[in-house]
């Protein structure tokens, strides 16, 4: 057991069970686990306060606070991914059937402007349906995880006693992201949205970048081989889970690992690959996104956002 203990935020699942249960142990550290009950709570809590060590987060949350100087950098491990073609939802009263029509009109954004998710799904409509971003006014529900940030003029907050589901039944709203509401009138935008992600895979290699992993600063100078044992860790537990997929040993199979099989019939490969090289097209991506969308200010590259010496690791 190693003297050093690293307090850790992260969600439990497939490809990070193996760490929760300690087959996979690290070599310089031990992890002391705290279960978040929704792990967006750990992004606000380690870019606001530092609380935690190692920390699971979204990675345009990342980019905001790498760009707003906070003392954390990222291990490239990517902890959740998933398709956004879906993302966006809109009441069919109002006979909207092109994204293009958005323009104009009010989109509402479950929580934050800088959420992932609708930094996703805001590119698709940008990149592959023409959308000019900047001709819609985009309505929060929430305020955003680095406290700095300010966004652009088009972005405003909900009016005080509305919600974003009650202004979209109503009309109010023309579409809105991040929501799932259980009423025949609404549907997502773009229709059959599973299979155009899947043919977005299948295409161009677009399967996109959620949650990435995150190590205070101090930490990684203190200890310079850190960074790269933390990578291996995770590395060798997502490992297992990717043997258990490949094999059909996992017995009631989640969304998540219908999803990742269903990437490994169509890659044949690893369906959730660690490290730049592997990833370089979708990290290159959302760096630019997040830079048109105004949420940071220069575009970074690939190798300054991820810690040294993990660079070169795939895994």
Not at 120 to 133: C, K, M, N, P, T
Request: glycine share 8%.
């Amino acid at each position: 057991m190693s003297d050093l203990k690293l307090k850790t935020a992260i969600q439990t699942l497939g490809h990070t069970q193996a760490l929760k249960d300690g087959t996979i142990r690290p070599q310089t550290f031990d992890f002391d686990f705290e279960e978040v009950p929704q792990i967006i709570q750990a992004f606000r809590r380690m870019v606001r306060g530092s609380e935690f060590d190692i920390s699971e987060m979204a990675i345009t949350t990342y980019l905001c606070a790498k760009a707003n100087g906070k003392k954390i950098t990222a291990i490239p491990v990517f902890l959740m991914r998933a398709f956004h073609h879906g993302a966006i939802v809109t009441n069919t009263k109002l006979g909207i059937t092109d994204p293009k029509q958005l323009e104009g009109k009010k989109v509402g954004v479950n929580r934050g402007y800088t959420v992932t998710a609708g930094v996703w799904a805001r590119s698709i409509l940008q990149h592959e349906y023409g959308v000019d971003l900047s001709k819609i006014t985009w309505v929060l529900s929430g305020d955003e995880h680095v406290a700095e940030y300010r966004a652009p003029g088009n972005v405003v907050p909900i009016e005080k006693g509305k919600t974003i589901e009650e202004m979209l039944l109503s009309g109010e709203l023309a579409a809105a992201s991040g929501l799932v509401i259980d009423n025949p009138d609404i549907k997502t935008l773009i229709p059959d949205a599973a299979k155009v992600g899947f043919e977005a895979l299948r295409t161009r290699g677009h399967y996109p970048i959620n949650h990435t992993l995150v190590v205070r600063d101090e930490l990684l100078a203190q200890h310079p081989g850190l960074a790269k044992d933390i990578f291996e860790t995770f590395a060798k537990a997502k490992q297992l889970y990717v043997e258990k997929l490949r094999k059909g040993e996992i017995s009631e199979p989640s969304k998540m690992d219908q999803t990742a099989q269903k990437i490994m019939e169509i890659t044949g490969k690893d369906p959730m690959p660690y490290g730049i090289e592997p990833n370089r097209a979708m990290i290159e991506a959302i760096i630019q996104y997040a830079t048109e969308q105004k949420i940071i200010d220069r575009r970074f590259t690939a190798e300054e956002i991820f810690a040294e010496g993990t660079r070169d690791l795939v895994g």
